[in-house]
């Protein structure tokens, strides 16, 4: 449960991601009133990632102001956010924890995992590499303007289903 990871995950956005894509408390206790889930990587006995995911229908009520063309899929997960610390990256623990996230969701019955990628650093290519993404748009304006940062959407099938 995500509810059981807040103080990790909060340490881990201030070192991840710029400050205006921060949670604030109203993000964390909308995410808990969701249901979001927790998947954890750990590398040397310390936990160094974290993915946070959810039910599709959960994740719409918090992104259809951000992204219009949104739409849940009744089998459908969405990764809200998708980190590893700075210190333990480019070690190939994204991509473990990608797979870890995809074997958790499929084990709870979703089909399929969606998500709003930053393209920073490659990451939307990653994630195309290690899943089996079979759709991806561009979604202006999701960010905040000051982070003038271009977010893919991306849909992947889980496990080779659907």
């Known amino acids: 449960m995500f509810a059981q990871c807040v103080d990790f ?12 894509m921060w949670m604030d408390d109203r993000e964390v206790n909308e995410l808990i009133a969701a249901g979001a889930l927790a998947t954890t990587v750990t590398y040397n006995g ?9 039910a599709e229908n959960d994740a719409y009520a918090l992104l259809s102001d951000g992204d219009q063309k949104f739409k849940p899929h009744e ?14 990256q480019k070690r ?3 991509t473990l924890l990608l797979k870890e996230t995809e074997i958790f969701l499929c084990e709870h019955g979703y089909k399929t995992m969606s998500a709003h990628v930053r393209r920073k650093n490659g990451w939307d290519m990653t994630r195309q590499a290690v ?8 979604v202006p304006g999701f960010w905040p303007d000051q982070l003038n940062e ?5 849909q992947a099938t889980l496990l080779g289903l659907v």
Request: aromatic share 12%; charged share 20%; hydrophobic share 35%.
């Open 9 to 20: 995950c909060l340490e881990l956005d201030k070192r991840c991601f710029p400050r205006e």
């Open 46 to 54: 310390m936990t160094v990632g974290l993915s946070i995911t959810m």
């Open 75 to 88: 089998y459908g997960a969405y990764s809200y956010s998708e980190a590893i610390d700075p210190d333990y």
């Open 92 to 94: 190939g623990i994204g």
């Open 131 to 138: 899943l089996s993404v079979i759709s991806s748009r561009q």
């Open 150 to 154: 271009p977010v893919m959407y991306q």
